[in-house]
């Protein structure tokens, strides 16, 4: 049956890109690659779209998608049929200028290539408690029940026994209950994300199997870069095309984001897509721009800031009603297919929801982008107005006239302002932000263009300027004008505010939406478009700056190139769906990033608590209700008065990740590994517990491990390259003093560090312990009556190596 829908599938897929290439060869457009690269992507696009209509009448089905996607065919059939166009034809027929072999051949190493490092080594990052993970969580929960409605009425039962300990919801699927809205119902929850990109993940799962989600993002990649190719030669010939789809493809930052689960890809792939529509149909019937407007809108399903693309569709429309007046209604074509769709997105988002929208207004974010709309939508309305009046018309062309007249002046103008920006960004902040002696994320929201430049060189943004120039003065591309402006606004706005935690890769999710293949591409533009005579001096210029950006793509992806992170998680994963008990099972745990994966990538109804002693102490009460219950605990030796517990299985999640660095590039890969146990509680028949004041604790059950696997840093500081740690559960009464005593064979080789409450607060900071090299002790004092846990960390280098054979906590 599995087989069977994915035949059924691909041949709808490709059976709708087959027609719609038949379709844009009668409107037009006629070379092979653009005319087949544009009906594959819109059959890809148009699974998605229809999958995503079903998710919103919560009833995606993988059979509903291929039924509709026939459907569909047979739509484009008949139009095709009653426009009397013959059905058979070549896909490969077209006009215009044959692809030189040597260019076609590169082309193809090239993505093939970029496949290959995309495809072949994903970031398999199932934690719950970031956007890669949830945004599996949420493609997983499509897949199952067709649509994004997590309400759990089971939280009311739940409430009842643990109260406030119980925490409603996961991250990114939060409670409606709040201060704002006291009246909502217990257990209604609503997601805090938006579900284009989650419903391509719920067709991969369908179609195959957890491995196939990591490779989602290689297909709007791939696309992505073929785009980037057809923009690019029409600027400036084959060859710049292939040198940018070089410069695009091998990005750290492309690699990175392209292998995880993240939606900036798809949001990438749109506003390329949308681009090249602008650039190829600019002078075509203007229906084409109002369609290039509806496919940059879909990214309003995708991405909630995806409103800040409306003011630079806008300007687009000035510059138009200035400089190509029989051309404004393709712009203002292009803002009504964006503002429809966008509107839709938006509808989709307050219904669904609706406390996200809401929560989004009052940290103002959403006020701000709306204020930005509506400011544009007035200024493009404002200037319509008064270029339909007599003297508004002679005032434009006096306008007009002295840009033409004084051309020269205004590229010195744009080149200097430009030049004195970058500058700026690059010497004069960063200097300024040091006086300030501001901390490491307030020095980097001030700087970010700074560590932009981490993945695209200083001397390829200046080239960038060149870019501008030929795209604005040299060469009549008024369809590039829409790119210049989406690219320019997107790069100041992620540059001044990239409203997001500041740790690489992290950050470049932000960067690579669009302002990353933008400065390439912009880069490239200008190195090709050097106004040098001499083409030999002009080739050696290109060759250099081509060697040096490779040499930058060698000391930067060479951390990550041939890595597959996080390796053991979908195993693991995968493993824990048949290994899990089922029959009457309820799962808990304090664990943000397990919770939502085992709640709904693997289906076992795990919920999320604050702390396990409040816990322990009612969970009789739901024992005795009938349910099986199970705790997820990093705790190895896990014991309580209130329930006895039996540990019946393990979950180790481990695999290679980089170093968490904050205004500097990741330099460290390390292996981490994390242990929990899973225990099954019952009935407590013994009175209490043999109260000691020590407990051991088993050294080769640790919770959390971490070891540097590779490391490029030149100067290597004195910091310690294995962490081992160990959690302990303290019980009824966690205020007081504790003595760890630890027994081995140099041990005045390791330091010692304590962390609380899941490792969210520092007790103890790193440093030596009292002792010898066989018997080390350390002191440690619990102030906060709340405290649930305590974590013992071990840390030493590898070449000096500490050797644990025994723990002991005690409280003194």
């Known amino acids: 049956m599995a087989s069977l829908v994915n035949l059924l599938f691909f041949l709808s897929l490709f059976l709708n890109a087959y027609f719609i290439s038949v379709i844009l060869h009668k409107k037009g457009l006629q070379q092979p690659l653009g005319r087949n690269l544009v009906s594959l992507t819109l059959s890809i696009l148009s699974v998605g779209s229809i999958a995503l209509l079903l998710v919103s009448f919560e009833s995606y089905t993988i059979w509903s998608t291929v039924i509709l996607q026939f459907l569909l065919t047979a739509g484009l059939i008949g139009y095709l049929f009653f426009g009397k166009t013959k059905l058979l034809f070549n896909p490969l027929q077209g006009t215009g200028k044959r692809q030189n072999l040597f260019v076609s051949i590169c082309l193809t190493v090239l993505i093939l290539s970029a496949g290959v490092m995309y495809s072949l080594y994903p970031i398999e990052y199932i934690k719950g408690d970031r956007d890669h993970g949830v945004y599996i969580v949420f493609g997983s929960h499509i897949q199952k029940t067709g649509g994004l409605n997590f309400d759990d009425p089971r939280y009311q039962e739940l409430i009842k026994i643990f109260g406030t300990n119980l925490i409603q919801g996961y991250p990114a699927i939060h409670a409606d209950q709040s201060p704002q809205d006291p009246n909502a119902p217990i257990g209604s929850l609503s997601p805090r994300f938006y579900p284009l990109y989650p419903t391509f993940i719920a067709l991969a799962l369908d179609l195959f199997s957890i491995d196939a989600i990591f490779r989602v993002n290689t297909v709007f990649g791939i696309l992505s870069l073929l785009f980037i190719y057809l923009i690019v030669k029409r600027m400036i010939g084959p060859i710049g095309a292939l040198t940018a789809v070089f410069f695009c493809a091998f990005n750290p930052a492309q690699l990175w984001n392209v292998r995880a689960t993240l939606s900036e890809t798809l949001g990438q792939l749109l506003i390329l897509f949308s681009c090249y529509l602008a650039l190829y149909f600019f002078r075509k019937k203007k229906g084409w721009m109002f369609f290039a407007g509806c496919i940059l809108g879909l990214s309003s399903f995708n991405r909630i800031d995806s409103l800040i ?420 559960y303290l019980g009824s009464v966690p205020k007081g003093k504790f003595r760890v005593e630890f027994e081995g064979e140099s041990l005045t080789l390791a330091k010692f560090s304590i962390t609380a409450n899941q490792s969210s607060s520092m007790i103890r900071q790193e440093s030596p312990g009292d002792g010898n090299d066989k018997r080390m002790i350390i002191e440690f004092n619990v102030e906060d009556p709340t405290t649930d846990d305590v974590q013992i960390r071990i840390h030493t280098r590898r070449d000096q190596q500490a050797i644990i054979k025994s723990i002991q906590i005690r409280r003194i």
């Not at 010195?412 to 500058?423: H, K």
């Not at 790069?491 to 997001?500: A, K, M, R, T, W």
């Not at 005795?624 to 199970?630: A, E, I, K, L, T």
Request: include cysteine.
């Open 309 to 728: 693309y409306f003011p630079a569709i806008a300007i687009f429309a000035i510059y138009l009603s200035i400089f190509r007046e029989k051309y404004l209604w393709k712009g203002i074509d292009l803002l009504i297919g964006f503002t429809v769709i966008s509107i839709l997105g938006i509808l989709y988002g307050y219904i669904n929801s609706k406390p996200y929208i809401l929560d989004l207004w009052r940290s103002k974010q959403l006020y701000k982008l709306t204020l930005l709309c509506v400011f544009s939508s007035l200024a493009l309305l404002a200037f319509v107005s008064v270029s339909n009046t007599t003297k508004g018309r002679s005032f434009i062309e006096s306008i007009r006239n002295f840009i033409y007249k004084h051309k020269s002046l205004f590229r010195i103008f744009v080149f200097g302002s430009l030049f004195c920006l970058i500058a700026f960004s690059y010497s004069v902040q960063p200097v300024i932000s040091a006086a300030e002696s501001a901390n490491d994320f307030a020095y980097f929201k001030r700087n970010g263009f700074l560590f932009f430049l981490l993945y695209v060189p200083i001397i390829l943004v200046l080239f960038g300027i060149g870019g501008y120039d030929l795209l604005l003065f040299r060469k009549k591309y008024s369809g590039a004008i829409i790119f210049i402006l989406l690219g320019s606004l997107l790069s100041f706005v992620y540059f001044y505010d990239p409203s997001i935690y500041p740790d690489h890769f992290w950050v470049s999710r932000r960067w690579i939406l669009f302002p990353i293949p933008y400065a390439c591409i912009m880069g490239v533009v200008g190195l090709f478009s050097l106004p040098i005579k001499k083409q030999f001096l002009k080739l050696i210029i290109i060759v250099v700056i081509f060697t040096g950006y490779v040499y930058h793509l060698y000391n930067r992806d060479r951390l990550i190139l041939f890595e597959r992170m996080l390796s053991g998680y979908s195993e693991e994963f995968q493993r824990l769906a048949t290994a899990l008990p089922t029959d009457k099972a309820i799962y808990f745990t304090k664990k943000q990033d397990l919770a939502s994966p085992l709640r709904y990538l693997i289906g076992r109804e795990t919920y999320l608590i604050q702390r396990t002693k409040p816990f322990l102490q009612e969970a009789n009460k739901l024992i005795q209700s009938g349910w099986n219950v199970y705790l997820i605990d990093e705790d190895f030796s896990l014991e309580d008065e209130n329930v006895s517990v039996e540990k019946i299985d393990e979950i180790r999640l481990e695999g290679n990740f980089p170093l968490d660095t904050v205004n500097r590039y990741p330099d460290t890969l390390l292996y981490r590994g994390t242990f929990s146990s899973i225990y099954k509680l019952k009935a407590n028949d013994r009175v209490s517990l043999n109260k000691e004041k020590s407990s051991d604790i088993d050294t080769s059950k640790f919770s959390y491990l971490l070891r540097t696997v590779k490391s490029e840093r030149k100067n290597q500081p004195p910091t310690f390259e294995e962490v081992r740690a160990y959690d302990h």
